[in-house]
């Protein structure tokens, strides 16, 4: 049985890796940036869909406002970049949690990583789900059903990787991410020099309307201004993963520092200029998204069959600049989809290494950075994959429902980050001297300030619009997971308290008596050899008890006992309701009121089986009184296995 | 949380039962007869329902045929139950396991037993659903789901006074027995005196069809042998039940043999006497029941709604004989349900009595031969429970088809005991002098012989006729039962062989040295513990150890070791693959390959926590170390505990 889950052990993870290897070379800048920034790059793939089908909800006349929306969503990414340039410089090591930790103080902080921690979640399976979606654009038949699966797959095959430690060669990424950034940019520029010679087509989607939606007509400014902050909301799914080049700074080449700063401005600009260049074709193509397909409507007014469900924003994109099917488009959709699946495996990658920090805080639980021989965190890897495999399947892979719930933890996470550089610059202010020193923190303080408000705002935004949609989830997981860190945190606060040895105690001390009790059942080989090993360890005094549960056992006991002639006496212990622990419990608890300061030690012989199965025909009154009696104080439980089927034993 | 378990517990299962409590008082005759013909007299509720619906499958006329199986069945009930009679004097404390396995080898007696076990699960399955049907009977508006809904409430019912140990008093059986006997008498004599008179009404489903059953015309003789063997077959689960007075000889009053011949030959007759009488009554009235509702059709030729499904066969007749509705009919009705609900309960008091009794033999368990503080065996009700629970869910509750895999258990445990008896007689007819006697037990030779063949032959008709609806799968499940027993046995006596103690070891030498290992992971106050306890056995060589498997931890605990200036040496042993258990192991395998004489003992300190799920923030190590090590032979595991949040302990 070990044989075989060793083998298929070893055959999915592989041989283990010495805590050495953990020890990897530091990232140049341009390893760096495509390591990096993979995760925000990879949001380009559903962006712009969550902008517009929020939009499309409002009728077809609403589609203007898409441009616009992206150039707000792209502001609030520069200027939240910007201000963790300026962070990057004061706290070089710190990540989303260091800051909100360390700034406003550990409960922030804790807060933060709840949410970073889910978004960690919710980026794996917003990808794969994505993925899903990318690849039904490329083989337009597959099903919802199909699709659920594919995304299933590709999330277990992410897992697996994640736990074997995959580490690519060098190259992989930064290739993937070249050539993912040069097809989108291309198809951007080739779109725009269409468009200024007019030969830009028509979206497959261009003309589709949502049933129910207000077709045309003219719009309240209220209204409009609410629909605009509704999508608005929606896109700041964008942000997600700027904030992965900040907390990677420990992996970066010395210095750091620079490294950091030339990441985030080439990652931000290259992510805005495409998200902006993206959202101004979708419009001019009038290209179409939808969240449910019965309520879409084809530009004749027909309903939509499954088969003709409106493929993702990007992928109608290269289909009608490039032509559909054409090697660029097919290339540009494959390489969006490779993309994700590295976004979701750099997830698997984030939230271990979160969590086994918060775990060394102590507000998660210590296993959490234990390392497996493949130098993997397992558990929360295992944990973080069953809980978005989950989310995969409880929203059947729908990438639209999953961001609704996913933006609420971003915003916050991020609206924290911010206060906590907001309260870092407001110190610096004070303790800077010089006129100069203070304008260029003043500026920071600012930039910082107005980052803070827009993310609160966009944060407010969210919650307000989405609340009934899903955020109430994401937000009721982060405050009841916060909660929960906290009393990890406390637990263990006070466990070590209470086991820090007292400096008074001399830790050479003795237990003045050690009083011995040999449990037998039967008088068989077993309980032979607890007995003399029980006199082995020549105690002060010794006693073999026999608990009478059944009449007829005990009688054989001591008509062995008596046959063997040992040189102790045997005590038979009454238990009317044939109960085999509690009377047991009560005497040794008897023994230590009479001679409190004796250490009591319990010698139970315990039958040792294998296959493991086979323990269910043993040993269920020996487990069950090693259990209770550990909860005895002052009383020590010594096992004396026997193997059996393998001899004498000893 | 122990507390909350405890209540529900107490409140459910009431106060603990001292062991003698079980020294029952004996039955005498009278009251004898109630308790153990109980099981087979309720069988009168669904046996003939049983031959009716097989016939009817073969066309309305084939209904001439059932007073004629009712005859045949009965006869073989007659025949099984003279010659228990015969055998009980020959083996007063045997039941079918007993005789089955002393008379035929142990490896029948384990078949029998198996087919038995398998049986009282049935009887439970079977005595609740046609609980439900009668139910339904008075309730006709109840659906398919209610009746499943009724008849799985029933059984939980049951299930919790079998754990709670129920005891009625000494005349509510006797009473409803008596009860169901009158009222199915005068049901009967009624009946007859009805048809004398000419007055015999129709049954509610006079003329009534089955759906591609051949109407009328004339049928071959072979194919009328064959439709008279299937329902007799279906009809043999009259049989069931009528073994349980042989079984129950050890709580019958003194002289217990002719109690148990009286009780045996009272119950057949009645059983006898009302079967005959019933299915005589059936056909007159014209009594037609069916197993698939869509398949009836009513005398109109319409199609039967669920509403008007047809009530099991002894309700039908009430109805017809006292009216629809009348106060006899409604009492004969609940009458029957009651006592199926007591033969439901029967049933999970006799398959914790066989199955303790057979584990005693060794072939299941040991566990089962616990009681509980309530003196019920715990483990055989829950598992009988849940198995009967999942055969009324995946049946829906539907008699008949519970009933085809019910009677091959019933055959073969009859077939067997009878084969055992056959045995006995031919040994005792070589062994007893003079003629007279040897007449006697060539009589009781010859009866036994024809049961024995009957039943045999019976058991071949339901293989035959019944193999593919399901008696393949009650054969599988007798044959792997008995399989796993064997096993179970084979299993129990190598370990016994193993343990039991050698004449010539000397159970009073020792060994010769003690190496104690303690296991340290951080040096707090459970390590210092730790430690203390285990120079406080004094043993002949001590060492401390720490695991690297994290080099942070590990220089901490060398540092406090420093500190505490502890009289011994700290051992690091190396982990490159940051693994906690096996590095340790192979460091104690080691010294014991060293001195191989030496006994070794590891003391590992563990946290006690409580409530119990904080177990999961500590010990993951202690608890797999201690797991690994207890599969050393030699090796002794001493587990220190410390009680947190109870200041010192000890």
Redesign the interface.
Known sequence: MATLSFLLRRGLLGR????HAADEPRMNRWRALPVTSSNALSSLAYAPDEVILTLVAAGTSALALGPAVGWAVVAVMLLIVVSFRAAVAAVPHGGIYHMAGTKLGPRAGVVASAALLLDFVFTAAVSVAAFAHFVAALAPGLTVGSRVLVASAALVGVLLAALRGVRLSRWVLPVLVSVFVALTALLVLAGLWQEGRGLLGAAPTAGWTQEGAGVGGTVGTVATALLALRAFSAGSVLLTGVEVPVSSTRLMARPAVPTVRWVLTVMALTLGALTVGVMHLAQRTGVVVGLELENLRDAAGAEVTPDRAPAPVLAQLADTVYGPGSILSVATIAATALLLLFAAKSAFRSFPALAARVAEDGYL???LR????R?VHTWSVLGMGAVALSLVLFFEARTALLVQLYVIGVLLAFTLAQAGMLRLWRRRLVHTPGARARAAVRLRLIITAVAWVVTALAGVVVLVTRFTQGAWVALLAIVLGSLVMGR?RR??A???R?????PQ?D?????SR?HVVVVVT?????A?RA???A?????SSLEAVVVD?E?AATLEVID?WER????MSLTVIAS????TVAPLVRHVREHRRRSPRD?T?VFIP?????PGW?T???N?TATRQ?RRL??E???????????????Q??
Chains 1, 2 share one sequence.
């Open positions: 283990p890796v010495t805590s639980p210590r296993q234990v390392r497996s021989d130098l990890i637990h263990y006070d466990v070590d209470e086991l820090a040895p007292d105690d830790a050479r001390a003795l237990p050690v039967t008088l068989d080989r077993p032979l007995l003399a090993y006199r082995a360890s020549r105690p549960a009449r062995a063997a002639g040992l040189p009317p309701y044939r109960d250490l030690m315990e039958y040792v089986v294998r086979r269910l025909l043993h269920r090693t550990q909860r104080p002052g009383v020590m439980v010594g096992s004396v296995p026997w193997q059996v089927h393998e001899g034993g000893s």
